[in-house]
C-alpha cells in the first residue's frame, strides 16, 4: 500500500500552494496571519446556499429530460421531429454552453461574478415562466419545435453564466466544501425529476385515465416549467442574502485587522477579499491555469466525457429482464444512478475519503470508468437479450456504481483546484474548472453518437 501511495506522491515541482515551505523564518508569522485572514470560516449556512445554487445550476436541465413525455405528445405530428428532437436538445445544450464557457473564460479582467450568477438566475426565471405558459397555447409541431430551441439556447447560456460565475465565486471563498455543496445539489437536481416522473406514472397509469393522458402530460410539463422558475426565484433570493452577509463580514474583517494591525498586515488581508468587488482584477491565461491544474483539469473532463459517453445512449435503452414496465424501470435506472452519483459527491466531504492531494491518482481513476462501457453490453440493451441476466447487476453494479464514480471523481477535482493555485488565482481556477467539466459534456455527447446505433 505505501509503495502505491509513493507511486500517486505529487512531485515536488506539483505540490499544493499552502503546503510549500517559507524562505525566511521571520515571515513565518505574517504569512500565516495572511493565510488564516484569507480563509473564511466554514459555515453551514453558507454551505447550504451554494447547495441550493448547485440545484438551480442543472434544475432547468433537468426539467427538459423530465419533459419528454409532454415534448413527445407535441411532436406526435410530425415524425422526423418526434425521433430527433432530443439528440437536437443534446446538440444545442452543450454546444452552446462550451460556447459561452469559453468566452466568460477568457472575460475575466472586468468580471463580475456575482452578476453573472444574478443574470443567469433571472434568465432562468424568465425562460421557464414563458414555457409555463406556452403549454396553454395550440399551434404546430414545427413552430413549437423552433419555440423549444430557442428556449433551450437561454437556458444554456444562463447554465454557462452559472457555471462560470458560481464555481469562480465559491472557488474565491478558499473553502473545497462550498464547491463540494454545488456539486452536491447538481447531483439533487439529477435525483428529484426522475423520482417525479416515476411517482407520476404509476400514478396516473389507470386504464380509464388514458383518453386524458394528453391533458396529464401538459399538466405535469406545466408544473415541471413552474417549479424550475420558483427554484430560480429561491435560488436568487438566497444569492442576495449571501452577498449581503459575505459584504458585512469583509467589512467587520476589515474593521479588526485595521484595529489590530494599523495598516500593515490587516491592510494587506482585506486587498485580496475587497478585490471579489471590484471591477478590475488581473487576467490568468488558460494555457497558465492547466499548467498549474494539469491532472485536475484533464481529471474533471476526463471524467464527464466518459459519463455523457455511455450514461444517457444505454439507460435509455436497456429494459428490464423481468418484466418491470420500461415506463417505469428507464426512470428508475436514471434514479439509481443519480443516487450514487448524490452520494459520491456526499462522501467527498469528508477528509479521510479526500484524494485531493494526489491529483494524478484522480486522473488515473477517471480514465479507468471507461471498464463501465463494456459492462452496459452484458445487458438487455433494446431487449436483444442479456449475457448477465440480472436488473440487480444492471442497476446495482453497473448504474449505481458508475454514478458513484463520477460524482466522487467529479466533486474532487472540483474541490482540489483551489489548493494548486494562489489566492488571487482561485476565481480564475474555478471557472477554468467549469470550462474543463462542461468541455467533458459536449466531447462526451458527440462521441455518444457513434453508440446510437447499438
Not at 439529477?190 to 391533458?215: C, D, F, N, R
Not at 485587522?257 to 491565461?285: L, N, P, W
Not at 424501470?329 to 450514487?340: M, Q, T, Y
Request: glycine letters at 8%; proline letters at 4%; one cysteine or more.
Amino acid at each position: 500500500m505505501d509503495r502505491i501511495k509513493r507511486f500517486f506522491e505529487p512531485s515536488p515541482a506539483y505540490a499544493p500552494i499552502d503546503t510549500a515551505p517559507h524562505e525566511e523564518e521571520e515571515d513565518d508569522s505574517s504569512s500565516q496571519t495572511l493565510e488564516d485572514s484569507e480563509e473564511q470560516p466554514f459555515s453551514w449556512l453558507e454551505y447550504s446556499i451554494f447547495l441550493l445554487l448547485g440545484v438551480a445550476m442543472l434544475w432547468a436541465w433537468n426539467m427538459f429530460l423530465a419533459a419528454a413525455p409532454y415534448f413527445q405528445s407535441r411532436f406526435k405530428n410530425d415524425k422526423w421531429i418526434l425521433n430527433h428532437f432530443q439528440a437536437a436538445e443534446i446538440s444545442v445544450s452543450t454546444i452552446t454552453n462550451l460556447l459561452s464557457m469559453v468566452v466568460l473564460s477568457k472575460m475575466q479582467k472586468n468580471a463580475s461574478y456575482p452578476k453573472r450568477i444574478c443574470a443567469s438566475l433571472v434568465i432562468n426565471a424568465i425562460c421557464f415562466t414563458i414555457l409555463a405558459i406556452s403549454t396553454l397555447v395550440k399551434t404546430s409541431a414545427g413552430v413549437y419545435f423552433g419555440f423549444l430551441l430557442v428556449a433551450i439556447f437561454a437556458a444554456s447560456l444562463s447554465t454557462g453564466l452559472i457555471q462560470n460565475g458560481l464555481f469562480a465565486f465559491a472557488s474565491g471563498f478558499g473553502r473545497g466544501e462550498y464547491t463540494q455543496a454545488i456539486m452536491t445539489g447538481q447531483a439533487v437536481a439529477g435525483v428529484l425529476p426522475p423520482l417525479t416522473q416515476i411517482i407520476s406514472v404509476v400514478v396516473t397509469s389507470k386504464p380509464e385515465q388514458s383518453a386524458g393522458a394528453a391533458a396529464a402530460n401538459n399538466t405535469s410539463a406545466f408544473i415541471y416549467f413552474i417549479t424550475a422558475t420558483v427554484i430560480s426565484v429561491l435560488a436568487l433570493l438566497a444569492f442576495f442574502y449571501l452577498l449581503r452577509r459575505n459584504a458585512q463580514a469583509e467589512a467587520l474583517r476589515s474593521a479588526k485587522d485595521t484595529t489590530v494591525h494599523g495598516t500593515g498586515e490587516g491592510d494587506m488581508a482585506a486587498s485580496y477579499h475587497s478585490s471579489a468587488s471590484t471591477s478590475e482584477r488581473a487576467t490568468v491565461g488558460l494555457y497558465t491555469l492547466f499548467c498549474k491544474l494539469p491532472f485536475l483539469s484533464l481529471g474533471v473532463f476526463t471524467c464527464f466525457a466518459i459519463t455523457m459517453i455511455g450514461f444517457p445512449v444505454f439507460t435509455a435503452s436497456i429494459f428490464s429482464v423481468s418484466g418491470i414496465d420500461s415506463a417505469i424501470f428507464i426512470p428508475l435506472a436514471f434514479l439509481v444512478w443519480n443516487v450514487g452519483d448524490l452520494f459520491g459527491r456526499l462522501v467527498t466531504i469528508s477528509p479521510k475519503l479526500s484524494l485531493t492531494h494526489y491529483p494524478f491518482a484522480l486522473f488515473c481513476i477517471s480514465g479507468a470508468r471507461l471498464v463501465f462501457i463494456p459492462l452496459y453490453f452484458l445487458c438487455n440493451i433494446k431487449e436483444r437479450g442479456a449475457v448477465v441476466a440480472s436488473d440487480f447487476f444492471y442497476l446495482f453494479v453497473v448504474q449505481f456504481l458508475y454514478g458513484l464514480t463520477n460524482g466522487y471523481v467529479g466533486s474532487e477535482c472540483m474541490m482540489g483546484a483551489g489548493e494548486w493555485v494562489g489566492p488571487e488565482e482561485r476565481e480564475a481556477a474555478g471557472g477554468f474548472m467549469g470550462l474543463m467539466l462542461v468541455g467533458g459534456l459536449t466531447a462526451g455527447s458527440l462521441l455518444s453518437f457513434a453508440l446510437g446505433d447499438v
